[in-house]
């Protein structure tokens, strides 16, 4: 049995109104870190907040060690949560701040100490104990909310984008902060996001979600290199998959892509998955540093349109290419800084089959 069980998790807000969580199922092992990942609106705030137990479940359960958590009180859960909008009162310093949920838990004084210095180290922030929040930054209040969090020792730790108030800088340099803290205090958390390239540089593993349903669960490698599905494939990665409307043809003993301005052999590894789509429509899916360029027009192992480059936008360690192939504005990832005319002619290969066909009617990945 996993440390948490979310079993056919439903929720409606109203009697007959749309199902905002939609039958989620879900395990997670102890000491895991992950990140519920999706658009605005997707029901991840919903999830956790039925987790924690301020919001009431619809349907189905959820278990921490094998005990069922649903009837329970938020406070008797177990379970710690930060905000986006870290709330830390303001007329508090900050030793009472973190020392508030202990209070309410009537424990002895010399241990309140003990533990929120505990959880002031833990959050570096040792030093700021007798400051108000008005006197400290914003990665500082930060810092006190997770120091709040921690403090009560939770089972389980849900984090709802706390990192979305602070500015670029400190937020990719707080992803490793809460990471080491999560680390260090052998923590059972979930982090939720709409920033994939915060889900990939932090989770353990990935709860990709769309309109309240699990679109896929697995490693950051696993959801980038075997997307589930259309939605997952595009989501994922900067900048986005590129895909195209074609139709699978029979040629020889071959199956051609063909359309939007593209004309691609399918591999040979994908053909008994694609036979079945003869004659159909897919979308075929190419991340854009799988789009190999040829400014000599060679038409390589992987060959799939030709082109002319629109725009150049130079990255330093690379550049992107902006094309127009068929209906399509694809990008091209460059291995290298490129320095292209606009207007240069230019043949594009699909390196190693790295190419991804999905079915039109269900958005799931043939293969
Ligand atoms: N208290 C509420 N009453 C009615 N609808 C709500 C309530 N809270 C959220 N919703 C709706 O549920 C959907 C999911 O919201 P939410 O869980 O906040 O998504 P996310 O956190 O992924 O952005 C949205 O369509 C939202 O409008
Ligand atoms: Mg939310």
Not at 72 to 95: D, L
Not at 165 to 173: G, Q
Request: aromatic share 8%.
């Amino acid at each position: 049995m996993s440390y948490l069980e979310i079993k056919n998790l439903q929720k409606r807000y109203t009697k007959n109104g749309p199902l905002i969580v939609d039958n989620m199922n879900l395990s997670i092992e102890k000491g895991e870190f992950i990140v519920f990942l999706g658009p605005s609106g997707c029901g991840k705030t919903t999830t956790i907040r039925m987790i924690s137990g301020l919001e009431e479940v619809s349907g189905g359960d959820i278990l921490i060690d094998g005990e069922s958590i649903i009837d329970k009180k938020p406070r008797e859960r177990g379970v710690s949560m930060i905000f986006q909008s870290y709330a830390i009162w303001t007329h508090m310093t900050v030793f009472d701040n973190i020392a508030y949920p202990l209070k309410l838990q009537k424990l002895p004084k010399a241990e309140i100490k003990k533990r929120v210095e505990a959880a002031a180290k833990a959050t570096e922030i040792q030093g700021l104990l007798k400051r108000y929040p008005s006197q400290m930054s914003g990665g500082q209040r930060q810092r006190v909310a997770v120091a709040r969090a921690i403090v009560v020792e939770p089972k389980l730790f849900l984090m709802d984008e706390p990192l979305s108030n602070l500015d670029a800088k400190l937020r990719v340099s707080m992803r490793t902060e809460l990471k080491k803290i999560h680390t260090a205090q052998g923590s059972t958390s979930i982090f939720v996001t709409h920033d994939q390239s915060e889900a990939m540089s932090m989770a353990d593993r990935i709860v990709i979600m769309y309109k309240g349903k699990i679109e896929q669960i697995g490693t950051p490698m696993e959801v980038y290199h075997d997307s589930a599905t259309r939605f997952v494939a595009e989501f994922i990665g900067t900048p986005p998959t590129n895909f195209f409307d074609v139709v699978i043809e029979k040629e020889g003993d071959g199956l051609i892509a063909s359309g939007d301005g593209v004309r691609y052999r399918v591999p040979q590894k994908l053909y008994n998955a694609m036979l079945p789509y003869v004659g159909k429509k897919v979308d075929m899916g190419v991340r854009p540093e799988f789009m190999e360029v040829s400014e000599d027009m060679e038409k390589r192992e992987g060959y799939m349109a030709d082109t002319v480059v629109n725009f150049v936008e130079p990255q330093g360690s690379h550049s992107i290419l902006i094309t127009n192939i068929g209906n399509t504005v694809a990008k091209i990832h460059t291995i290298e800084h490129m320095d292209m005319r606009p207007g240069t002619k230019i043949a594009v290969n699909v390196k190693n089959d790295n190419v991804m066909f999905f079915d039109c009617d269900t958005s799931f990945r043939i293969k």
